[in-house]
């Protein structure tokens, strides 16, 4: 039994939720089905070219997904502490819950992408290496599992 799998009154049961791992360069993202998808998979990156790019790309993955939830990785320090990253992340979350009328959710990430970077390492998927291409889609998909860890049995978070 999936450690994702959520009971059938849970809120989120078969609900699309897309995560997002913000980035200055690249946006990562993974999505994840509940009940339906065996574990949040990577999904890709979006290039950070701009707000106006960004909305646009994650309106026509919400589109395409038919995501029903938004997740989005906050980094702070290991002891806690925000960053100068940290309050870009936020405004990063303010920005996209002006432009959707979905549920937006903020997720520490802390050592997200450090957790990408190991799996990535043990799979034979991405041969073994730390691909620079995916770490940012693997790290969002950490966010996510984290995510649904999160609110498992806290589905009013």
Known sequence: MSEFLLPED???H?????ALDFGEKFIGVATFCVNRDPFPTPYGRIANT???????????????ESVER???????????KKTSTTVKAQAFVDFIRE?????????DETLSTYEAQERMKQSPRY??????KQIDAVAASVILEDFIRRTKDRPDL
């Open 127 to 132: 041969n073994f290496r730390v691909d620079l």
């Open 50 to 64: 701009g707000p106006n790019a960004v909305l646009g790309e994650l309106r026509r993955i919400v589109d395409d």
């Open 70 to 80: 938004i997740v989005i990785g906050l980094p702070h320090l290991t002891d806690g």
């Open 99 to 107: 432009h959707f009328t979905l549920p937006v959710d903020d997720q």
């Open 14 to 18: 078969l609900k699309t939720i897309l």
């Open 10 to 12: 849970h809120p989120f």
